[in-house]
RNA sequence: GGGCGCGUAGCACAGCUGGAUAAUGCGUCGGCCUCCUAAGCCGAAGAUCGCGGGUUCGAAUCCUGCCGCGCCCGCCA
């Protein structure tokens, strides 16, 4: 689109000449059509109207008139003070087919060296099975290292792992004092487990954190309890190696569990990092004294240490506690260290994290700028909700994500056994794996971050025109050619692009034309996107791309009558390339058949 | 009470670096399988873009007030 652009932007710059316009004010004016009728790119005309006292639409007409088309510029035509420019089909072909668009790769194996990003999401307290609401964040953030990657930068995924909190040490409080009988007697009232989650650590250890919490807010020892719970929190603080050990654990097979259920949504991470790590390894009482120095510092009545971030604008509640009395970290503080080493690892940190997160990210944001350093990019996404309400692990308001794939898969076994009777049992149940698993990440991403929204079973398994079976539908379509084409004998790979005529676009079908602008556009969608750190616009252009490609489908026969048209096929299988590049930045399943 | 975010057809949402007739899916109504996979395609009906004010040649988009919803306002994580 860069190289449409300057086109345009040359052929402008002489036509407004001409007008007597000598300046450049108009060139980031020049945006995409949205008429897609009218053009590929235009001009609105309104803002020159004063200058040279005429009516805009007379002022497109004329630049209209003045300029002709050419090669790459098939029409300029003036509608209601537009000026429109349309590229030519050919010369967009000829561009498609010359390998000038990219096509990327997700995979992360061939960076193109934009930049290098450091990823940190999902971070989830290791004590229990992702729910809907949960994993929305791995989902999010998968999804932006995928992106970053087909973008072509280098991208380090990270799991900040919370391995010294209050959450891990209930849990291990839990599981040193309770037996299992115990454990059932205290949720007697719950939901059990699901027994299909019988073998899975997260399902089952998740119990023990449930009945801890019972007891702490209702059993008549629930003062010592408290006691010891803090007493080994204030060890792990210490750097404890007996306490530490403990912990994990305690919470490791849980997190082997939860990483069990992302990996079968194609969620992996390149490290984890401990957050006890930089309590043992000093970096956190180091900063603690950097920030005492600080001059925003203030000191409570029993000694706790605080930074007045209202000195720096900040509004609400400006004091961010970093030390407590007795001179231990917080959360927050270690959080500090965190960002400090991970800026050494790479420049550019994102963060993905919940809406409540956001001022805590916020202090600590500033507290980094407060020593000298940058901050993160952070994407907050908003909850999801059930219909009933807030998702609520206490009231067994929950959908756990393990539930979910296994429903998304039976569901969609069902409809693969419906319409394909030719199908084995084994084909059967690998597509509908792929299938539920895609189609519960793409009803996640493809809503905007900040939109909190309700899940509804009906919608999470819905697998129409806005899912993503339907980009895995067209994209089967395209092999489904590819086969065919083979059986015909041609080697799609030996086909010379510089070999096939593009006569026949002089009279070019719409269904073509349409996916040679939508191909055209796609990385610079791709690049807004995570530009922005908005995964819902690139999926919204793989839709675009998918019912694109649907429209070639219906207009151009690549296979008829025993004959292949080459071009046509050039198109599909670019057209295929870049689907499957993009269902993977998106982490979606591409398959043969379905 | 204060801070941040959201409010677009019956439902769910896109668009928000200001620009043309507000895009899409579900649902509703109608059409397309002797033709590369119909999980598809084509068409119809359906919107005072929460309400009021402002800036602008032009506002769903920017500013502001109000209303509604969500999240946060721990020496928790």
Request: charged share 25%; with cysteine; proline share 4%.
């Amino acid at each position: 689109m860069e190289l449409l652009r300057s086109h345009v932007e040359h052929l402008l710059t002489a036509a407004l000449a001409n007008l007597g316009i000598t300046n450049d004010a108009w060139k980031p004016m020049i945006s995409p059509s949205r008429e897609k009728e009218m053009g590929d790119l235009s001009l609105p005309c309104f803002a020159f109207s004063k200058q040279l006292s005429m009516a805009p639409q007379e002022i497109s007409a004329q630049l209209a008139q003045s300029i002709s088309p050419d090669q790459i510029i098939s029409e300029v035509n003036s509608t209601s003070g537009y000026l429109n420019f349309k590229a030519s089909p050919a010369w967009l072909a000829n561009q498609i087919l010359a390998g000038n668009i990219r096509i990327g790769d997700a995979t992360g194996k061939s960076p193109t060296g934009h930049k290098s990003v450091l990823i940190e999401h999902t971070s989830a307290n290791p004590n229990g099975p992702f729910h809907v609401g949960r994993a929305r964040n791995a989902i999010l953030g998968d999804t932006l290292v995928r992106l970053n990657r087909l973008h072509g930068n280098e991208v380090r995924a990270e799991y900040y792992v919370d391995d010294m909190g209050k959450q891990v040490a209930v849990l291990a409080w839990a599981l040193e004092h309770l037996t299992a009988a115990r454990v059932e007697e205290i949720l007697a009232d719950r939901e059990p487990v699901n027994p299909e989650w019988q073998d899975k650590p997260d399902h089952m250890r998740v119990r023990w954190y449930q009945a801890a919490q019972v007891l702490r807010s209702d059993d008549a020892e629930k003062e010592s309890i408290e006691q010891a719970i803090s007493s080994m929190v204030h060890a792990s603080e210490n750097g404890d190696q007996g306490v530490l050990d403990a912990f994990e654990n305690a919470y490791q097979p849980v997190l082997d569990g939860m990483l069990e259920t992302l990996n079968r949504l194609r969620i992996g991470f390149d490290e984890f990092t401990k957050e006890s790590i930089f309590v043992t390894n000093g970096d956190v009482s180091a900063i603690m004294n950097q920030l005492s120095d600080l001059e925003i510092h203030g000191i409570a009545e029993n000694g706790a240490e605080y930074l007045d971030l209202g000195a720096r604008g900040l509004k609400g509640k400006t004091e961010f506690y970093f030390k407590r009395g007795d001179g231990s970290s917080l959360y927050a503080t270690r959080d500090i260290a965190y960002h400090i080493w991970k800026f050494q690892q790479s420049e550019n940190l994102i963060n993905v994290l919940g809406e409540d997160h956001k001022l805590q990210s916020k202090q600590v944001s500033m507290t980094l700028n407060e020593l000298g350093q940058n901050s993160p990019e952070v994407l907050f996404y908003s909850f999801i909700k059930l219909p009933e309400g807030k998702m609520s692990t206490r009231k067994g308001n929950v959908v756990f994500m393990d539930d979910l794939l296994e429903e998304a898969k039976a569901f969609a076994a069902n409809v693969v056994r419906e319409i394909r009777v030719d199908y084995s049992e084994e084909m059967i149940a690998e597509i509908a794996e792929a299938v539920g698993t895609s189609a519960v990440r793409f009803n996640i991403i493809k809503v905007s971050p900040d939109k909190g929204f309700t899940f509804r079973w009906e919608e999470a398994l819905s697998f129409d025109s806005d899912s993503a079976p339907f980009i895995m539908y067209s994209h089967t379509r395209t092999k489904s050619i590819a086969r065919k084409c083979a059986a015909f004998g041609i080697e799609i790979d030996t086909i010379n692009p510089n070999e096939i005529s593009l006569e026949s676009l002089d009279d070019c079908p719409n269904g073509l034309y349409n996916l040679l602008r939508t191909i055209t556009i796609h990385n610079d969608v791709l690049r807004r996107s995570v530009e922005q750190n908005r995964p819902n616009l690139f999926a919204n252009q793989m839709l675009n791309l998918a019912n694109s490609y649907n429209g070639f489908y219906r207009d151009c026969k690549v296979v008829e009558d025993g004959e292949v048209d080459l071009l046509y096929l050039a198109i599909s299988e670019i057209a295929s390339k870049m689907l499957e590049a993009g269902m993977i930045g998106l982490g979606i399943q591409p398959l043969e058949q379905m």
